[in-house]
């Protein structure tokens, strides 16, 4: 097939090889959790991986990314925080968090593409898909275990808010540089 011939929609070779990359670390740092004992949420590395996929592959592949990760981890791959995977941990108690990713996804991508290179918007950005997600989360949080929103706030949200915005600074200082060098590849 010649160039002419091309799909406009189609993704380039590049293109898929990133986002298996960044599905993959997404997949590597997803499982990583620390549990705390006053959640029954655990401390997760997930939105940072999210906010790099975005960060290296603009909003439209980096939310593609996270959707594979899902994928992955819906159909059994120990690919959730704890090494879990499997439909019933989107049922379960986080579920409504990991659909939030692809909220923060497609929020921190458009805010990092519509402000490129400005470090606030794309902080502010990553703080609204936070916002989202935890949203997500905790409505969810609070219908499957019987708790009011207040209480899946204190429980699913505030103790990891230092956690969380750590990751974003981590983000706001890696993603630009992973940003480059993946437009290097061009």
């Not at 006053?38 to 909003?59: C, D, E, M, R, W």
Request: charge should be positive; glycine fraction near 12%.
């Amino acid at each position: 097939m010649n160039n002419s011939s091309k799909n406009k929609s189609s993704i380039s070779t590049k293109n898929l090889a990133l986002i298996g990359v960044m599905t993959a670390i997404i997949c590597i740092l997803g499982p990583i959790a620390i549990p705390l004992p006053v959640s029954p949420v655990p401390i997760s590395f997930t939105n940072l991986a999210v906010y790099l996929a975005v960060y290296a592959l603009g909003a439209k592949f980096g939310t593609i990314s996270c959707a594979l990760y899902l994928l992955l981890g819906t159909i059994g791959l120990p690919v959730f925080s704890g090494f879990s995977g499997g439909p019933a941990k989107l049922a379960g108690p986080t579920g409504g968090y990991l659909i939030g990713f692809l909220f923060m996804a497609l929020i921190t991508g458009f805010s990092i593409e519509s402000f490129s290179g400005k470090l606030l918007p794309a902080v502010a950005g990553m703080g609204i898909g936070a916002v989202i997600c935890y949203l997500f989360g905790t409505l969810w949080l609070a219908h499957q275990m019987n708790l009011t929103f207040t209480a899946a706030l204190t429980v699913g949200v505030i103790p990891y808010l230092a956690g969380d915005a750590i990751k974003i600074i981590a983000a706001a200082l890696l993603g630009p540089k992973l940003r480059r060098a993946v437009l290097r590849l061009s």
